[in-house]
């Protein structure tokens, strides 16, 4: 088994009850982030950093899904790592372009970003039964 194998498809959905609240803030953040791209506000980078970690906290949707699911739920848990990754980069290019709506929302983003990237990453809370 590989160390992808092992990080990321370690069982079943694992239905935690954190996943509830993890997966509906990813559809408020993914749903303002196509909102803004729609309308036309702030920096596409920034807009897309936040469309990252929408998506990458939507993704602990797949915790909630049937056990049966083992292997869709392990590309899951890679997407949503990758979505956090992507989100992270872009929210700290934002940040450093001054793209972001302020210095302290950038921040925050930045930050929360990289939290997820932490949290999603092989062997971190998201990805232990």
Do not use: D
């Not at 739920?73 to 709506?101: D, P, Y």
Request: some cysteine; hydrophobic content about 60%.
């Amino acid at each position: 088994m590989s160390i992808v194998e092992r990080a990321f498809y370690w069982g079943p959905p694992s239905r935690k009850r954190i996943a509830w609240a993890g997966w509906t803030s990813g559809l408020v953040v993914a749903g303002v982030a196509a909102l803004l791209l729609a309308l036309g506000h702030g920096a596409t980078v920034f807009v897309l950093a936040l469309l990252g970690v929408g998506l990458a906290n939507l993704g602990w949707a797949a915790e909630l899904f049937p056990r049966s699911l083992t292997a869709l739920t392990g590309w899951i848990r890679v997407a949503r790592w990758l979505c956090a990754i992507g989100g992270a980069i872009l929210a700290i290019l934002s940040l450093a372009w001054g793209l972001s709506f302020g210095t302290l929302v950038g921040a925050v983003i930045a930050g929360g970003a990289l939290a997820q990237v932490l949290e999603f990453a092989p062997g971190g809370p998201a990805n232990k039964p």
